[in-house]
């Protein structure tokens, strides 16, 4: 029977790339969207892909704690997994909250796979040697200031919201990576470098991205934006189909795989271990595990 791996996000941009790489290495690929129409449509490429086990699309919103909750009863409720890919990210170019009153970047950007992979770390088990690969980005070097809010203090621009949401996601997986050593569970960052995708030519064009004091720079910004965004989904795919494939990095946990598929230095930050105790405070308090859970 194939090994089974689901991939958030994965009915469009880097994350249908990178369901597409683990459908031709062999894995039976599930993939998460909102989208039912995408839905559909992406499966069927992954088929095309594959090496015979039919693809399969689940309906979820993960900005919605409730609904990861939902699609983490359905995944463990279908048995092992061996790979699970943390792609699902998004930047509002304004402040806004999710169903459960969060602002959105932070829940989507990092509760949502925390909370994800805490849930599915039983089937993971099951699933062993099994990878979770949380995908980063280089906005991880933008946000100063301390993590013990969802929010921080001071006015909304997307790019800092977004880069703090991904700092704590990746804080969090270093720190997940150490916790589960030895488990079977080996966990990864991936950094897709930049590509032309829905978010980047979306939320990405409009100035309310940046501070506001580099609005009025906005045409150089939004250029250098372009230029460092300019790569397939297919290249930026490559870091996370290497970190759940690649028998290099087996006995590796930890490491930061980048879009060329080899490991990166992720920012010292990151591995403050002060900064992985303050997320994990905050995360069991924002999206808490019920004792069955933990
Ligand atoms: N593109 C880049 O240059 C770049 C650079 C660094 C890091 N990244 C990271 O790479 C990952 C993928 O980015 P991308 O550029 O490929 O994004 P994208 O093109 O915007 O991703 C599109 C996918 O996300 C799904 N999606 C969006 N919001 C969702 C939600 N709330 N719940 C469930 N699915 C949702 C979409 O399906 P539906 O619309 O049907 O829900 C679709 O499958 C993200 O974590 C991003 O932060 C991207």
């Given at each position: 029977?194939?090994?089974?791996a689901?991939?958030?996000?994965?009915?469009?941009?880097?994350?249908?790339?990178?369901a597409v790489?683990?459908?031709?290495?062999?894995?039976?690929?599930?993939?998460?969207?909102r989208?039912?129409?995408?839905?559909?449509?992406?499966?069927?490429?992954?088929?095309?892909?594959?090496?015979?086990?039919?693809?399969?699309f689940?309906?979820?919103?993960?900005?919605?704690?409730?609904?990861?909750?939902s699609?983490?009863?359905?995944?463990?409720?279908?048995?092992?997994?061996?790979?699970?890919?943390?792609?699902?990210?998004?930047?509002?170019?304004?402040r806004?909250?999710?169903?459960?009153?969060?602002?959105?970047?932070?829940?989507?950007?990092?509760?949502?796979?925390?909370?994800?992979?805490?849930?599915?770390?039983?089937?993971?088990?099951?699933?062993?040697?099994?990878?979770?690969?949380?995908?980063?980005?280089?906005?991880?070097?933008?946000p100063?200031?301390?993590?013990?809010?969802?929010?921080?203090?001071?006015?909304?621009?997307?790019?800092?919201?977004?880069?703090?949401?991904?700092?704590?996601n990746l804080?969090?997986?270093?720190?997940?990576?150490?916790?589960?050593?030895?488990?079977?569970?080996?966990?990864?960052?991936?950094?897709?470098?930049?590509a032309?995708t829905?978010?980047?030519?979306?939320?990405?064009?409009?100035?309310?991205?940046?501070a506001?004091?580099?609005?009025?720079?906005?045409?150089?910004v939004?250029?250098?934006?372009?230029?460092t965004?300019s790569?397939?989904?297919?290249?930026?795919?490559?870091?996370?189909?290497?970190?759940?494939?690649?028998p290099?990095?087996?006995?590796?946990?930890?490491?930061?795989?980048?879009?060329?598929?080899?490991?990166?230095?992720?920012?010292?930050?990151a591995?403050?271990?002060?900064?992985?105790?303050a997320?994990?405070?905050?995360s069991?308090?924002?999206?808490?595990?019920?004792?069955?859970d933990?």
């Amino acid at each position: 029977m194939n090994r089974r791996a689901l991939v958030t996000a994965g009915t469009g941009g880097i994350g249908l790339e990178t369901a597409v790489g683990l459908a031709a290495a062999g894995y039976a690929v599930t993939v998460v969207g909102r989208d039912a129409g995408r839905g559909g449509s992406a499966v069927e490429r992954i088929n095309a892909a594959g090496t015979g086990t039919e693809a399969r699309f689940v309906t979820a919103d993960l900005s919605s704690l409730a609904e990861v909750r939902s699609l983490a009863e359905r995944v463990t409720a279908g048995g092992a997994l061996s790979v699970l890919v943390n792609n699902a990210g998004a930047m509002f170019d304004d402040r806004r909250l999710t169903p459960e009153g969060i602002e959105a970047s932070f829940a989507l950007n990092h509760l949502s796979p925390y909370l994800l992979t805490e849930l599915l770390l039983p089937a993971l088990r099951a699933g062993a040697p099994s990878r979770v690969v949380n995908v980063t980005s280089g906005s991880v070097r933008i946000p100063t200031g301390r993590i013990d809010t969802a929010e921080r203090k001071g006015s909304y621009y997307g790019l800092h919201a977004y880069g703090r949401a991904k700092l704590a996601n990746l804080a969090y997986t270093l720190d997940l990576a150490r916790r589960l050593k030895g488990d079977g569970v080996s966990v990864f960052a991936a950094d897709p470098g930049g590509a032309v995708t829905t978010m980047t030519t979306g939320t990405m064009s409009s100035s309310h991205v940046v501070a506001p004091w580099l609005r009025p720079f906005w045409p150089l910004v939004r250029t250098a934006f372009r230029r460092t965004t300019s790569g397939t989904p297919a290249q930026a795919a490559r870091s996370s189909v290497a970190a759940a494939t690649d028998p290099a990095l087996a006995g590796r946990p930890g490491l930061v795989v980048g879009p060329d598929g080899l490991p990166l230095s992720p920012p010292r930050r990151a591995t403050d271990p002060r900064l992985a105790e303050a997320v994990r405070t905050l995360s069991r308090r924002l999206a808490p595990l019920t004792g069955e859970d933990r």
